[in-house]
């Protein structure tokens, strides 16, 4: 049985009752999901997200081809699982829910930094 908890209007199961996985981690969970979605659109990019790893990180770095941008574009695709990390276990370990817009906006800031 898992931690339930509310974020933006989603009842959102952090756990099923067979363990997590890397997959529904960072990438097909609804709030996951969702980070990545609002980060292509800040972005100005329509797509349907894989939901294996490996082909979604073949898709995101296949989306750039201006060399000039691919080293912004690799750090989005490295701090956004970070910051999804982040949240994950700020709810776990703390108890503090973090919203979509927040964890979206966290990958944002640390993709400037």
């Avoid at 099923?16 to 709030?31: A, R």
């Avoid at 910051?83 to 640390?110: E, Q």
Wanted: glycine residues 2%.
């Amino acid at each position: 049985m898992g931690y339930l908890y509310h974020i933006d209007d989603v009842l959102y199961a952090l756990f099923n009752e067979y363990g997590e996985t890397f997959e529904h981690l960072f990438f097909t969970c609804n709030l996951t999901y969702s980070v990545w979605q609002l980060l292509y659109n800040w972005l100005n990019i329509t797509t349907l997200l894989p939901s294996q790893p490996i082909n979604h990180f073949t898709t995101h770095m296949g989306m750039i081809s201006n060399n000039r941008l691919s080293k912004f574009w690799s750090i989005i695709l490295l701090v956004t699982p970070w910051a999804i990390w982040l949240s994950k276990n700020d709810f776990i370990f703390n108890s503090i829910k973090h919203s979509l817009h927040k964890t979206f906006y966290s990958a944002k800031v640390k993709s400037w930094l």
